[in-house]
C-alpha cells in the first residue's frame, strides 16, 4: 500500500475541493480505485503507487483552481482525470426520487450532475445548452422530488407561447386548446415521473400547474417550483416579470437553448439577458451544458454538432 499526503495550508480549500456531499472525491476514488480522507490539515491518498500518485497530481491540481478562481465543477474534476489518466471518470450520481414507485432519475453525465446540484443547493438557477441534455426534464423531476417530500406545495411549469415559425392560429378549439401544443413538452416529462391519475389529482388540487408565461403577471408564488421552459424566448420585460413572482421559500429554475431564439430580431433575448445582469446575486446559480451531455440517441449530438458548424 502506498500512500501520499498533501498539506493543507488554507482549510477553506478543502470544502470545495470534495465538493458537495464529497461529490467531487469519490469521482477520484471511483476512477483511480484509491482511499482519500482528511484530518489534522492533510489530505492522505492511499492505494497502489501509479493511482496513488495520478489521485496527488489531480488533487493539486484542483487546489490550484480553487485558489486562482474560487471554485472547480464536475466537468473540471472530469477533464482532470482524464488528462492524468488517459480514460473517463467514472462518478456516482446522486439520484432523484419521483412519484412512481421504484423510480430513481440519476444523471447520466458530469454535466447533468452538476445541474441537479446547482438546483438542489441554490435558489435561482438559469440552464442554457442543446436540445436532449435534460434541461427539462432534470428539472421536472427535481421539482417532483421537492413535491414529494413535501419541501414546496405547489409545482408550476411554465412555457412563452411564442411560435417557432408556424402559427397556430388557424387550429380549432378555444385558447385553452390552442397553447396545450406549447406546453406539451413540460406535461411528456411530467408523465415520465408520475401517473396519469395522480397528475390529474394534483392538478384539481392546484398542487401542480402548467400555464404559459403570459399567465404569471400579477401573480406571487409562496413554498413553489416555478420551472421555465424554453427561456430564451423570454423578452427582458418577461424574464423579469418571471423572476418577481417569486415568493417566500420558493425555488426557480429558467432552462433554454441560447441557438435556438424564435424572438423577432429586434427583441433581445431575457435568458441572455439574464445571464449578465444577474451573474453576481447570491443564491443564483448558472449551469452550461455541452454537447457531450446530449442524451438522446446518439444522432441527435451529430446533427447538433453539424448545425454549428459555420
Known amino acids: 500500500m502506498f500512500e501520499s499526503i498533501i498539506p493543507v495550508t488554507d482549510s477553506k480549500t478543502v470544502l470545495p475541493l470534495f465538493g458537495p456531499r464529497d461529490q467531487n472525491v469519490r ?3 471511483e476512477s483511480l480505485g484509491v482511499q482519500i480522507t482528511t484530518r489534522d490539515q492533510e489530505i492522505r491518498v492511499s492505494g497502489k503507487e501509479q493511482a496513488v500518485t495520478q489521485a496527488t497530481e489531480i488533487l493539486k491540481q484542483l487546489s490550484d483552481q480553487i485558489a486562482s478562481q474560487g471554485a472547480v465543477t464536475p466537468d473540471d474534476v472530469a477533464r482532470a482525470i482524464s488528462e492524468k489518466t488517459g480514460q ?11 412519484m ?3 423510480r430513481r432519475i440519476k444523471a447520466r453525465t458530469t454535466g447533468q450532475q452538476a445541474y441537479i446540484d446547482a438546483i438542489r443547493n441554490n435558489d435561482i438557477v ?4 442543446p436540445a436532449g441534455t435534460g434541461k427539462t426534464y432534470l428539472a421536472v423531476a427535481a421539482a417532483v ?17 411564442v411560435e417557432a415559425g408556424e402559427s397556430l392560429g388557424f387550429l380549432p378549439g378555444d385558447m385553452q386548446a390552442k397553447i396545450n401544443p406549447y406546453l406539451r413538452p413540460l406535461l411528456d416529462a411530467l408523465r415520465e415521473m408520475m401517473d396519469f391519475d395522480q397528475i390529474q389529482r394534483y392538478t384539481e388540487q392546484d398542487l401542480i400547474e402548467v400555464i404559459p408565461l403570459g399567465y404569471m403577471r400579477g401573480r406571487t408564488l409562496n413554498e413553489a417550483f416555478i420551472i421555465l421552459d424554453e427561456a430564451q424566448n423570454t423578452t427582458v ?17 429558467a432552462s433554454g437553448d ?9 427583441a433581445r433575448s431575457g ?3 439574464a445571464l449578465h445582469r444577474l451573474k453576481n446575486i447570491s443564491r443564483l446559480a448558472h449551469v452550461t451544458l455541452k454537447n457531450r451531455d446530449i442524451v438522446r440517441n446518439p444522432l441527435v449530438q451529430q446533427i447538433v454538432e453539424a448545425y454549428e458548424k459555420k
Open 27 to 29: 469521482v477520484i476514488r
Open 145 to 161: 422530488e421537492a413535491l414529494r417530500n413535501n419541501q414546496i406545495r405547489k409545482l408550476v411549469l411554465v412555457r412563452p407561447a
Open 88 to 98: 473517463a471518470a467514472r462518478w456516482e450520481s446522486s439520484p432523484i426520487e419521483v
Open 126 to 129: 438559469f440552464c442554457q445548452g
Open 100 to 102: 412512481q414507485a421504484g
Open 237 to 253: 420585460a418577461q424574464m423579469k416579470m418571471f423572476l418577481t413572482r417569486m415568493g417566500m421559500g420558493s425555488k426557480i429554475v
Open 271 to 273: 435568458l441572455v439577458d
Open 258 to 266: 441560447t441557438t435556438q431564439i424564435d424572438l423577432p430580431d429586434h
